[in-house]
């Protein structure tokens, strides 16, 4: 299976990082965030990539080549302001009934071969990674009269991470006013309307996930990089 990987944003609120190379192309470590994404899907044995791109395209072409030159590269440029359901329907002529979908901007140790196999035996349109989060704030809610009807302590979530296995069938549903909508409102859209149609699954992943936008998320982003490693290693050395 192909990988379509969204790199067309602009990444605005990075400020001076990303005035002279796109968000994917901010180093984490060292290290690009993209770099780092394409090495993880080659150990695991992906090589053939769609690389979606908008704001600085050029700059993401002439790094993906530096990274893996073995490595099956495809360009989808579509300019700077084009959502990403546009992004991937104006790229399906590049890949064949089925696409992995990925955030240029989040690195994690996602196992592609459990989500895609986990795709494959349901019947579902497309899959969305979700990762668990744990609210820093009490929820409540309330009916129409203002009476309290739950209270909750800082409750785990789950959120999105910009992962997702998508079927091509699935752009039936997608309509042209859907893939004019700005940012990330045509997918959001495009989720909405499958989960209508039951046609949405959900793969859980509870392991490393990283994305910032911003400076302090950026460092944020490095030292838990930093900790997931170092943890690894002083693991592998027990």
């Not at 150990?43 to 979606?52: K, L, N, T, V």
């Not at 530096?66 to 700077?80: E, I, P, T, Y």
């Not at 990925?102 to 990762?131: F, M, R, S």
Request: aromatic share 10%; hydrophobic share 35%; proline share 3%.
């Amino acid at each position: 299976m192909k990988i379509a990987i969204m790199c067309g944003g602009r990444g605005k609120r990075l400020g001076r990082l990303t005035e002279m190379v796109p968000k994917p192309l901010v180093e984490l470590n060292g290290q690009t965030i993209l770099e780092r994404k394409i090495e993880a899907f080659v150990q695991q044995g992906f090589c053939e990539f769609i690389f979606c791109t908008g704001y600085k395209g050029d700059l993401i072409e002439k790094a993906v080549h530096r990274f893996h030159s073995k490595a099956d590269l495809q360009f989808s440029s579509q300019g700077s302001d084009v959502g990403i359901l546009a992004r991937l329907h104006a790229a399906q002529d590049l890949y064949e009934e089925q696409v992995m979908l990925t955030y240029g901007d989040t690195y994690t140790d996602l196992d592609l071969t459990d989500l895609i196999e986990q795709h494959q035996q349901t019947a579902h349109e497309a899959t969305i990674v979700t990762a668990p989060v744990e609210s820093p704030f009490g929820l409540v809610e309330f009916d129409q009269t203002k009476k309290a009807l739950l209270f909750e302590e800082k409750p785990t979530l789950n959120y999105y991470i910009g992962q997702a296995v998508v079927n091509k069938s699935s752009f039936a549903c997608v309509s042209p006013e859907v893939l004019q909508m700005p940012d990330g409102q045509g997918l959001v859209t495009y989720f909405k309307t499958l989960i209508e149609q039951e046609q949405l699954g959900v793969y859980h992943h509870a392991g490393l996930d990283i994305t910032f936008n911003t400076q302090e998320e950026l460092t944020a982003a490095e030292q838990k990089l930093l900790r997931f490693y170092t943890a690894a290693e002083e693991h592998h050395e027990e």
